[in-house]
């Protein structure tokens, strides 16, 4: 059974820092791209980074270039997202998909989302 699960949301204060995880069980994770995306409520679901399969290659939303690093650790199945600086407008819930575009949504794995509260 295909699975991603995502962990490491919470409570951060604004500045501060998180590092979210997306394992993978029943695949082989290192053969796909892998996709972050946020929803906020009220808004529609948006790509904030995504890694290659092939040669690692990234890529960020412009809100969070600079801020969000995303990796893979093929060893653990994983891939993380570590985000630093965070800001109220960070706030969401967070998905990892085996996907790199909200448009490819249907043709691929989900994880069920973690929360980010960015709040003082």
């Known amino acids: 059974q295909v699975q991603l699960v995502e962990s490491g949301g919470g409570l951060v204060q604004p500045g501060g820092s998180l590092r979210l995880s997306c394992a993978a069980s029943?695949?082989?994770?290192?053969?796909?791209?892998i996709g972050w995306f946020r929803q906020a409520p009220g808004k529609e679901r948006e790509g904030v980074s995504c890694i290659s399969s092939s040669d690692g290659s990234t890529y960020y939303a412009d809100s969070v270039k600079g801020r969000f690093t995303i990796s893979r650790d093929n060893a653990k199945n994983t891939v993380y997202l570590q985000m630093n600086s965070l800001k109220p407008e960070d706030t969401a819930v967070y998905y990892c998909?085996?996907?790199?575009?909200?448009?490819?949504?249907?043709?691929?794995?989900w994880g069920q989302g973690t929360q980010v509260t960015v709040s003082s």
């Open positions: 998909a085996t996907v790199c575009l909200v448009l490819q949504a249907d043709f691929g794995s």
């Open positions: 029943g695949f082989t994770l290192d053969y796909y791209a």
